[in-house]
């Protein structure tokens, strides 16, 4: 766990600036998710069904990689044909420099909050401080030589 020099670190809840949750259901096409995603100014959406079952998330890497790059057609293509299943979720509490460790490690940008059963938000690489992205930086460059080490 990350120790912040000050004595305090602020949570991923604490970073996020949109504290509703953006989601679209998983029958949905690829279009309608782009459009809430841009009307929302947002990177990615929750993929959910009715009440609160996380399915999967969509990002704008997905859009680029799973869609335009495969020439898909984003009128027929449904969210959950190109969404990534079962992500990676974090507690609220999650401090962000431990958050930002297990997103430079795992190679994404998005790490929906989930407390309970409860979807809280997204927590985007984008919300955490230079400080943070810093600390966060040196936790995982340590964490690499600590593995050289030992093989």
């Known amino acids: ?4 020099t000050n004595g305090e670190e602020r949570t991923v809840f604490q970073s996020i600036s949109r504290k509703h ?3 679209i259901g998983p029958h949905a096409s690829i279009r309608e998710a782009a459009g809430v995603m841009t009307h929302a100014n947002c990177g990615s959406v929750l993929i959910m069904e009715p009440p609160d079952i996380l399915l999967g998330i969509l990002t704008e890497r997905d859009l680029m990689t799973r869609v335009l790059a495969k020439g898909l057609d984003p009128e027929r293509t449904k969210t959950r044909d190109v969404m990534t299943p079962n992500p990676i979720c974090i507690p609220p509490e999650t401090p ?5 460790c297990l997103m430079l490690e795992r190679g994404f940008r998005h790490l929906p909050l989930v407390a ?13 401080l230079p400080r943070e992205l ?8 340590f964490n690499e030589q600590v593995n050289d ?3």
Do not use: Y
Not at 1 to 4: K, N, Y
Not at 96 to 100: G, I, L, P
Not at 134 to 141: C, F, I, N, P, R
């Open 149 to 151: 080490v030992l093989g």
């Open 96 to 100: 962000v420099s431990d958050a930002v």
């Open 1 to 4: 766990m990350a120790v912040a």
């Open 21 to 23: 949750v953006l989601c």
């Open 116 to 128: 309970g059963k409860k979807v809280l938000g997204v927590f985007s690489i984008r919300d955490a």
């Open 134 to 141: 810093g600390t966060a930086w040196s936790l995982t460059e």
